[in-house]
């Protein structure tokens, strides 16, 4: 069966964020950009899935600018067989990127579609569950675990207070969370050879989408800034703080 | 304007996070109705009903709502959702997993983990893991939104609702419930306690995690980790707390062996008072610290405990 795996380009997640002075956005302008860390796991596991013989052929597809491209290059030296990169320079809500992933579900027809389960600069957490809802087929969400068993896909989600097994029909949307797997590195060779593999650019207008939301962006600000406090010399001062200045204890 | 919360359940009890959700949703303004769903849930409707604020408790309580799977959940609350000018659930596992499936059949955005009430249409939101807060304006005849719980003080119990039921059924053959298996523990949740103390890749390992025992016991605090603790595999993930675990916001929260990497701090820094424990002197966790104790946690925690 085909996998599908989608994935974001976004700020890379050590860089600390500055907010615009105007307070519009988040100031993107020169800051390192790399493959959301959610979808890194998403390839990842498509790619063991190949590498086991379940999956036939991994597609990665982006939605984004035209520099989404190297993500796209990055999955497919992970193990990508091939891209679909959707391009736009618009701010792409979750809705419009999932009406655009299910439009390639139609015509790609995936036995498995792997998402992070958020990406780290909106974190929305929506995408994987509203393709769900679109194509009509069933979700597991936040998976640490993913077992395909012939028509079926067993996986394990990270719920609050522990885990939860479900066991879904394929075609099914999976969603990643963090435990799911650790992973690799792409090495030289096959950042050499994903160059050539294929990568198909389309526009939202060729599937017929429309990305405009309305939801609209006010304002952007940096949260309060938590001021430090004191350094205490001992337990017994601590204890005495709490107690008397913070009253907490 | 009419505003459906959907409760937040725990082993089939309601759970605390409702009576935040509620908050969020007085401020909004409107009827406030909370819908209840699983199997055998009505003394969780019961408990919905006593939430100030609430209207109406709606339960529907059916065997395909068990376990709260998101296929029948989603389509439940499609069917009921045109009574309502906005749906909102608590950014819980479960409000994440099934709330963007009603917006995307009704044609809507959804807001995620919403902190303020602006007005009825305007809230914030954090972004970049609660480096940015982003103001947002919804125009969508139907908003859809999850609630930060850590972000509105819960509503009292005073009331006494009517419970009606629903009786809207709906099919599900594509996912099945196979097993479930929650940590066990006597302490209080981490979401929900007033003390939470947790350990990093300070601790050394799962078993040093036993120090933060004795001083949990004294406190009532639940423990929790870092990321760093978790990938390092001293304990399970249920425990994490920062942006890719739980965000918590207690009275106190005590950070032991923590460096206070951003995306630590992203999920503890709105508690009221932060208590930082660490050999490092220069460790980021002492800029948001109000009190640091400088040293060795071996011999600083027996010390803390023995003095509590």
Redesign the interface.
């Known amino acids: 069966m085909k996998v599908l795996v989608a994935v974001k380009r976004v700020?890379d997640?050590n860089v600390?964020?500055r907010?615009k002075a105007d307070h519009s956005d988040?100031d993107l302008t020169n800051v390192k950009m790399a493959m959301n860390p959610f979808c890194e796991i998403a390839v990842e596991e498509a790619v063991r899935l190949k590498e086991k013989g379940v999956a036939t052929e991994v597609i990665a597809v982006s939605v984004g600018p035209k520099a989404a491209q190297e993500q796209l290059r990055t999955a497919l030296a992970l193990g990508a067989d091939r891209a679909i990169h959707i391009e736009t320079d618009e701010r792409v809500?979750?809705?419009a990127v999932?009406k655009l992933l299910a439009k390639v579900v139609e015509e790609e027809q995936p036995g498995l579609v792997i998402l992070g389960k958020q990406a780290?600069?909106?974190?929305?957490?929506?995408?994987?569950?509203?393709?769900?809802?679109?194509t009509g087929?069933?979700?597991g969400?936040?998976a640490?675990e993913v077992a395909v068993d012939g028509d079926s896909v067993?996986v394990t989600?990270?719920?609050?207070?522990?885990?939860?097994?479900?066991?879904?029909?394929l075609p099914?949307i999976v969603t990643t969370?963090?435990?799911l797997n650790e992973p690799r590195y792409a090495k030289l060779p096959d950042i050499m050879k994903a160059k050539k593999k294929p990568l198909d650019v389309k526009t939202p207008a060729d599937y017929g989408i429309e990305v405009a939301?309305?939801?609209?962006?006010?304002?952007?600000?940096?949260?309060p800034e938590?001021k430090?406090?004191?350094?205490?010399a001992?337990?017994?001062e601590?204890?005495d703080?709490?107690k008397n200045e913070?009253k907490?204890? | 304007m009419s505003i459906l919360v959907l409760a937040d359940l725990?082993e089939g009890q309601l759970a605390g996070a409702t009576a935040h959700v509620v908050a969020a949703a007085k401020e909004m303004g409107g009827d406030i109705d909370v819908l209840v769903v699983g199997e055998g849930v009505q003394a969780a409707a019961e408990a919905a009903a006593k939430l100030d604020g609430v209207s109406k408790v709606r339960v529907a309580d059916n065997a395909v709502y068990a376990?709260q799977?998101?296929?029948p959940m989603?389509a439940l609350l499609v069917e009921l959702a045109d009574d309502y000018s906005h749906v909102l659930a608590s950014a819980?596992?479960?409000g994440?997993?099934?709330?963007?499936?009603?917006?995307?059949?009704k044609?809507?955005?959804?807001?995620?983990?919403i902190i303020a009430v602006e007005s009825a249409d305007?809230f914030k939101r954090?972004?970049?893991?609660?480096?940015?807060?982003?103001?947002?304006?919804?125009?969508?005849a139907l908003k859809v939104m999850t609630v930060r719980t850590t972000g509105f003080d819960a509503v009292g119990e005073g009331n006494n609702a009517p419970v009606e039921a629903v009786d809207t059924v709906v099919e599900n053959?594509?996912?099945?419930?196979?097993?479930?298996?929650?940590?066990t523990s006597d302490r209080p949740?981490l979401?929900g306690a007033k003390?939470v103390i947790s350990g990093g890749r300070g601790m050394g390992n799962g078993e040093n995690f036993k120090l933060l025992d004795g001083i949990a016991d004294k406190?009532d605090a639940a423990i929790g980790a870092s990321?760093a603790a978790v990938d390092a595999g001293f304990v399970p993930?249920?425990m994490q707390v920062g942006?890719?675990g739980?965000i918590v916001a207690p009275?106190?929260y005590i950070a032991v062996g923590i460096s206070g990497a951003?995306?630590h701090l992203a999920g503890m820094?709105d508690s009221?008072?932060?208590?930082a424990i660490n050999k490092d002197?220069e460790a980021p966790i002492?800029?948001?610290?109000?009190?640091?104790?400088?040293g060795d946690l071996f011999e600083?925690l027996p010390?803390?405990e023995s003095?509590?």
């Open positions: 700020i997640y600390k964020i907010v988040v809500e979750s809705l999932a780290i600069d909106t974190d929305n957490n929506q995408t994987g569950q509203m393709l769900a809802a679109l087929l069933p979700q969400t936040f640490s067993n989600r990270e719920i609050d207070g522990g885990l939860q097994t479900v066991a879904l029909t099914a969370d963090l435990r939301s309305k939801v609209s962006l006010l304002k952007v600000e940096s949260p938590r430090g406090g004191v350094k205490v001992s337990v017994d601590l204890v703080k709490l913070a907490v204890l | 725990h376990h799977l998101a296929e989603g819980s596992t479960t994440k997993n099934v709330l963007p499936r009603l917006a995307a059949l044609d809507v955005s959804q807001l995620s983990d305007t954090p972004i970049y893991a609660g480096n940015a807060i982003a103001t947002v304006k919804s125009d969508d053959s594509q996912s099945r419930f196979v097993k479930e298996e929650l940590a949740e979401g003390v406190l990321r993930n249920d942006q890719t739980k009275d106190l951003i995306q820094k009221k008072v932060i208590v002197d002492f800029q948001v610290a109000d009190y640091g104790l400088v600083i010390e803390l003095k509590l």
